[in-house]
């Protein structure tokens, strides 16, 4: 069974960074698309930005360049580095993996395994 799992998240102050990672296992295949994802209550799961083994990227449109992804192949782990963070940045973050695409689906249908997600709260 593939895991998924988040870590990193916690608390931050308005205009500071964080960095989230993400442990995929048990994954079958060499090459897929990984991505992170938000979604407050009441909200559309949001695409953060996505990559691919071949370390093709795509960013949200919120994005504004405060944010990069990364893959590590070997450790098949995930990171997303946040910067300029605001309170509208606070929300539940999730980590999907799905298929291989040479440029990866931002909707979140097209990720077949999820995490817990792992929670972001930036204060004034």
């Known amino acids: 069974q593939v895991q998924v799992a988040e870590s990193g998240g916690g608390s931050v102050q308005s205009g500071g960074s964080l960095r989230l990672s993400c442990a995929l296992s048990r994954l079958t295949y060499n090459n897929y698309c990984m991505g992170w994802y938000r979604q407050g209550p009441g909200n559309e799961r949001e695409v953060v930005a996505v990559?691919?083994?071949?370390?093709?990227?795509a960013y949200g449109p919120f994005v504004a360049g405060r944010v990069g992804i990364s893959l590590d192949n070997a450790e098949r782990t995930l990171s997303l580095q946040m910067s300029s963070l605001s309170s509208e940045d606070s929300t539940m973050y999730y980590c999907?993996?799905?298929?291989?695409?040479?440029?990866?689906?931002?909707?979140?249908?097209?990720?077949?395994?999820w995490g817990q997600g792992t929670r972001v709260d930036v204060s004034q």
């Open positions: 999907a993996a799905g298929a291989f695409q040479w440029s990866c689906a931002v909707e979140p249908d097209e990720y077949q395994y």
């Open positions: 990559i691919n083994t071949h370390a093709k990227t």
